[in-house]
């Protein structure tokens, strides 16, 4: 890559990196203060509340990238214009193929990371975001089992423990009414969380359990060496996990089970998540291209740039609001899997024609003027 190229590229770079990091992490932090009730309330580490939230940046990342990347050439170019960069590169024989190349390459690569980012790296985040959610819902119930505190897990269900000793629990109080007339008691003098084969109990060892209808006098009091006590359905363990349209692999929306249920449900919801991961990197191409187009070409530092630039956010943004309504439509009508991919194309290729239109030739006014001026002369 030649000298100019290599300025305009690492000048673009740069530019598109601090933007995609500033958008991030703004964005990222907005997400992450809605879960922050995973370190306030449900007993977390800081760590699994960056895990958790960390998850996220995938899936903002490949709606981010594109526009930093606009951003970016927009920045860059108004810059080049600014300092009369342009115009002195104009002037030495620089043309705008030259001028655009190590723009595209730039876009060609954000393109390959916004791909990488659909293809593999959102599904493979979701689900790791729901395993460990799954885990944190699971974690809770250890969690609220405060030594000297009554604690209702869900109506007519208390616990109590007398004390934690590190994984043991001791003196277990077990209060079950959820299935009127009968009320269970359970005690228990020592007891621990176990996790088997995807579901949670709590193990009671050494107690009895007494079973009281609301006609009888006295309840039927059963001693126990070691009983078992289900808290899966407290935990949401024990749930078969459905996988979302969004969390599946691409392999598995290009060729979808015939007898998932899910898929029978929502076949159109399968077809849009595959398409919308196919399409996404023509996206960054599409949108350096348009700021190309408004700011490409040489100015004088008189002339203004405002209109260009807010033309070109303008194209931007009705170009993406167009993709995420044409894939919404996708959902229904399978039609529109063309329009889908022609969106961003046509949407760079009509740029692409106007940054390289061919300028107006000058007017019969302004040659009259200029022969006016010239018999003045």
């Not at 590169?89 to 193929?97: D, E, F, L, N, R």
Request: glycine share 8%.
């Amino acid at each position: 890559m030649p000298l100019v190229e290599r300025y305009i590229f690492g000048l673009t770079a740069k530019a598109f990196i601090g933007i995609l990091v500033i958008l991030t992490a703004v964005i990222w932090t907005t997400q992450a203060l809605r879960e922050l009730d995973l370190v306030t309330a449900k007993g977390q580490t800081i760590w699994i509340f960056f895990a958790i939230t960390g998850l996220t940046i995938p899936s903002l990342s490949v709606i981010l990238a594109p526009v930093a990347l606009f951003g970016a050439a927009a920045w860059a170019l108004n810059r080049l214009n600014g300092d009369s960069e342009i115009v002195v590169m104009s002037a030495a024989g620089v043309g705008p193929g030259r001028l655009l190349r190590p723009l595209l390459v730039l876009a060609l690569i954000v393109s390959i990371f916004v791909g990488l980012m659909s293809v593999w790296a959102i599904p493979e985040s979701l689900r790791l975001l729901r395993t460990q959610l799954t885990q944190v819902r699971a974690d809770v119930v250890a969690n609220i089992l405060r030594e000297g505190q009554f604690t209702r897990i869900e109506n007519n269900l208390v616990v109590h423990v007398r004390e934690r000793r590190g994984g043991a629990l001791l003196g277990i109080f077990v209060q079950d009414a959820r299935d009127a007339p009968q009320e269970v008691t359970y005690l228990a003098e020592r007891g621990q969380i176990v996790e088997e084969r995807g579901s949670t109990f709590l193990v009671l060892e050494d107690g009895s359990v007494q079973r009281r209808e609301s006609a009888a006098k006295d309840p039927a009091i059963v001693v126990f060496q070691r009983y078992a006590f289900d808290l899966s359905p407290f935990t949401g363990a024990s749930e078969v996990t459905s996988y979302k349209p969004r969390e599946r692999y691409t392999s598995e929306l290009m060729s979808p089970d015939a007898n998932d249920s899910a898929y029978k449900a929502q076949p159109g919801r399968f077809r849009a998540e595959l398409h919308e991961r196919l399409v996404n990197p023509l996206y960054p191409v599409a949108f350096m291209l348009i700021a190309f187009a408004a700011l490409g070409r040489p100015r004088t530092t008189r002339q203004s740039r405002a209109t260009a630039i807010l033309a070109a956010i303008g194209a931007v943004a009705a170009t993406r609001i167009a993709g995420l309504g044409v894939t919404n439509l996708l959902v229904s009508s399978a039609w529109a899997v063309a329009a889908v991919y022609a969106l961003p194309i046509l949407a760079g290729a009509a740029a692409l024609g106007f940054a390289f239109r061919r300028p107006r030739a000058a007017g019969p006014r302004s040659g009259a003027s200029g022969a006016v001026t010239a018999a003045r002369a």
